[in-house]
């Protein structure tokens, strides 16, 4: 038994080892990049309620307020091209288990968040279930519709550059426990706030999407590696709201409307 766990635990400094591509600062360093990334959060609420005064109609508010996410996103990438190519060096070092971890994780948050919404929802009752911040008619035309079910993977990678990169593992908390363990929680449960919005207004329902940002939290400083963390958010919002659920309700509707 013990000769069993020394190598599970010598296979999992072996994978964090080859797949780690930052390591734990002891001073803070803040640099451009760092700025944008702290600016686009607030920049992404503004531009939503810009979107609103300049339009009553649900189609053009999302238009406007998706593409300034994609159009945020993209300078985010730019800002950090440098990191993203170390990173994604390291996460290929080991692909299976890296993918692996992904897949594992994708499995992990929802299963984080649907128990901790079933804890939370008695609690809050008359509170409508999580929903987006935009209500679109499903008769819009179908390009719009996947344009716009972009918005929520576009909206998890700017989320893990934010909270996971720059307000987490920047923070030169990590050689006292205490302080490491308040930045994690704290930072999750910032990450969980943000989505008020998605929850009526009602804060105690956002633990639920804290609990996922703990998961992410931890994932990324085990590995210290954002590709594992954005692979894991990303595909978590592309299946459950992207383009792939706006193909599959189109055919549904398609197929019933024909009588197939």
């Excluded at 594992?104 to 984080?112: K, N, R, S, T, W």
């Excluded at 209500?135 to 390009?143: G, H, I, N, R």
């Excluded at 709201?241 to 055919?251: A, C, M, R, S, T």
């Amino acid at each position: 038994m013990t000769a069993a766990r020394s190598t599970a635990a010598s296979t999992s400094r072996r994978f964090t080892e080859l797949v780690r591509a930052e390591e734990l600062p002891t001073r803070l360093t803040w640099h451009a990049r760092d700025t944008i990334a702290v600016l686009v959060i607030p920049a992404t609420f503004f531009a939503y309620y810009i979107a609103r005064m300049m339009s009553a109609e649900a189609e053009v508010i999302g238009t406007i307020d998706v593409s300034l996410r994609i159009l945020f996103f993209v300078v985010l990438v730019v800002a950090n091209a440098e990191m993203l190519a170390r990173h994604w060096r390291a996460f290929w070092t080991a692909k299976w288990r890296s993918l692996g971890l992904v897949a594992v994780g994708l499995v992990v948050v929802q299963a984080v968040i649907s128990v901790l919404s079933a804890l939370l929802r008695p609690l809050t009752e008359g509170v409508p279930d999580a929903a987006s911040r935009i209500t679109v008619d499903p008769d819009a035309a179908l390009l719009l519709l996947l344009f716009l079910s972009l918005g929520p993977t576009v909206t998890a990678l700017i989320e893990d550059f934010v909270f996971r990169h720059t307000l987490l593992l920047g923070l030169p908390v990590w050689s006292n426990k205490t302080l490491a363990a308040c930045a994690i929680l704290i930072n999750a449960l910032l990450f969980g706030a943000i989505h008020y919005e998605n929850f009526g207004g009602h804060l105690l329902l956002t633990l639920s999407y804290a609990g996922a940002g703990l998961v992410m939290n931890l994932v990324y400083l085990w590995t210290r590696n954002i590709w594992h963390v954005l692979l894991m958010h990303g595909l978590n919002n592309f299946l459950l709201g992207g383009p792939l659920i706006v193909l599959f309700v189109h055919w549904l509707g398609a197929a019933v409307g024909s009588g197939i």
